[in-house]
């Protein structure tokens, strides 16, 4: 479960937990069984939409979970299905493995698919400090599976602080091989029974977020401004089951 007690915090953990559960796949297995979606559209425009569903089922501290996306849109775009397997031992340290099935599709050409996989850590350090890494494609697989092209390396480490009740702080730095670092942090808060409040910002963009808890539904509401091009409008929904059992 969340590094600290209490539902306020529950709350906060698992809405920025679901959130991130697609790049950061290993803070799943502090999660009871969930499901939920996105859908984002970048700079507002059509050809730049994208959406994903994401399910993890917990069981027994065993963790079952797929993911789909697509980026995109009918003429062209990025196509993405993950299933994978994680492991909680002793609510403290946790590991997953995915394995991808990836599509590249554009109008007039053929569809190139390929195959990938990442592996992903989390630990609980203290009540209040989580910290989290996964590696993307560590094989060096290539696009279409035996093409010239390598799909990038990308890693990602991840920081989640709970300080103080009602107060989550989190801290990402990702980069892709070849690609520049991108560092992401956020706040978010649990000012009243129903409301999630939240910030954040990196070196790509500067964003707002706005959740509503209603029993095991948590609903988003986003919007980032990518520094010089446009606004990204997104929204989100979660449904969770009855939380785990503390040991």
């Given at each position: 479960m969340a590094p600290t007690k209490g539902m306020s915090q529950e709350q906060l953990f698992r809405a920025h937990a679901a959130e991130i559960v697609p790049d950061m796949p290993a803070q799943s297995c502090f999660l009871p069984t969930f499901a939920g979606f996105h859908f984002r559209n970048d700079f507002c425009m059509k050809e730049m939409m994208y959406a994903d569903i994401v399910g993890v089922m917990n069981f027994r501290k065993n963790i079952l979970f797929f993911c789909v996306n697509h980026y995109g849109y009918a003429s062209y775009g990025d196509f993405k299905l993950s299933v994978g397997y994680g492991r909680d031992f002793g609510d403290r340290f946790a590991m997953t493995a995915r394995i991808f099935y990836l599509m590249a599709h554009a109008r007039g050409y053929p569809p190139r698919h390929s195959l990938c996989a990442d592996f992903a850590f989390a630990c609980k350090v203290s009540p209040k400090l989580l910290l989290d890494a996964v590696v993307f494609n560590p094989f060096l697989l290539r696009y279409g599976i035996v093409g010239k092209d390598v799909i990038p390396l990308r890693f990602a480490l991840g920081c989640t602080y709970m300080p103080v009740r009602k107060l989550l702080l989190s801290l990402t730095m990702s980069k892709s091989l070849p690609g520049a670092w991108e560092v992401t942090g956020r706040f978010m808060t649990h000012p009243i029974a129903?409301?999630?409040?939240?910030?954040?910002?990196?070196?790509?963009?500067?964003?707002?977020?706005?959740?509503?808890?209603?029993?095991k539904f948590v609903m988003s509401v986003q919007a980032a401004w990518h520094y010089r091009i446009s606004v990204s409008p997104e929204i989100g929904g979660w449904w969770f089951d009855a939380p785990k059992q503390r040991l």
């Amino acid at each position: 479960m969340a590094p600290t007690k209490g539902m306020s915090q529950e709350q906060l953990f698992r809405a920025h937990a679901a959130e991130i559960v697609p790049d950061m796949p290993a803070q799943s297995c502090f999660l009871p069984t969930f499901a939920g979606f996105h859908f984002r559209n970048d700079f507002c425009m059509k050809e730049m939409m994208y959406a994903d569903i994401v399910g993890v089922m917990n069981f027994r501290k065993n963790i079952l979970f797929f993911c789909v996306n697509h980026y995109g849109y009918a003429s062209y775009g990025d196509f993405k299905l993950s299933v994978g397997y994680g492991r909680d031992f002793g609510d403290r340290f946790a590991m997953t493995a995915r394995i991808f099935y990836l599509m590249a599709h554009a109008r007039g050409y053929p569809p190139r698919h390929s195959l990938c996989a990442d592996f992903a850590f989390a630990c609980k350090v203290s009540p209040k400090l989580l910290l989290d890494a996964v590696v993307f494609n560590p094989f060096l697989l290539r696009y279409g599976i035996v093409g010239k092209d390598v799909i990038p390396l990308r890693f990602a480490l991840g920081c989640t602080y709970m300080p103080v009740r009602k107060l989550l702080l989190s801290l990402t730095m990702s980069k892709s091989l070849p690609g520049a670092w991108e560092v992401t942090g956020r706040f978010m808060t649990h000012p009243i029974a129903p409301l999630l409040l939240g910030a954040d910002c990196s070196n790509n963009h500067l964003g707002i977020y706005i959740g509503l808890v209603y029993r095991k539904f948590v609903m988003s509401v986003q919007a980032a401004w990518h520094y010089r091009i446009s606004v990204s409008p997104e929204i989100g929904g979660w449904w969770f089951d009855a939380p785990k059992q503390r040991l």
